[in-house]
């Protein structure tokens, strides 16, 4: 797994109010999505069915359409509040359905502001202690 996108997995998992780290420096936390119990290594390597989630598509960032939800992360499709663990399934299925619809699809949006508001819900500010 690349470097950059195990620190992304880092910044998913410390800023996850659900996740907890245990003794042996794994973290346990729920898909954002249909609540799976996953987890993910202290160093950021995914376990099991863990994926990482940008909760607004990357695709949506510069588009008008999307520029409320994207403004909700700063703008950056790497901000801490845009990323989420959450099992392969779920993240496929949405890949495939509001991410590809689109931020003028009214059902593909309704989608994605309901899993931004379920993160920024789940949200933390970042511990350094625990991202290391």
Known sequence: MRAKLKALFRT??????EAIRGADGVWTTRCLHCRTRLQ??????????????????QA???????????????????????LA???R??????GKGPDARGP???RA?????????KRLVRWRALDIDAAE
Request: aromatic share 4%; charged share 20%.
């Open 85 to 87: 663990i959450a099992c």
């Open 12 to 17: 998913a998992i410390a800023t996850d109010t």
């Open 89 to 94: 399934t779920c993240n496929q299925d949405k």
């Open 40 to 57: 993910v290594a202290d160093d950021g390597t995914a376990l099991g069915g863990s994926s990482l989630e940008h909760v607004v598509p």
């Open 104 to 106: 003028t699809d009214a």
């Open 60 to 82: 949506w960032f510069g588009l008008r359409a999307a520029a409320a939800l994207t403004a909700q992360v700063g703008d950056d499709r790497d901000d801490a509040r845009n």
């Open 109 to 117: 949006y309704a989608v994605v502001e309901t899993l931004l508001a």
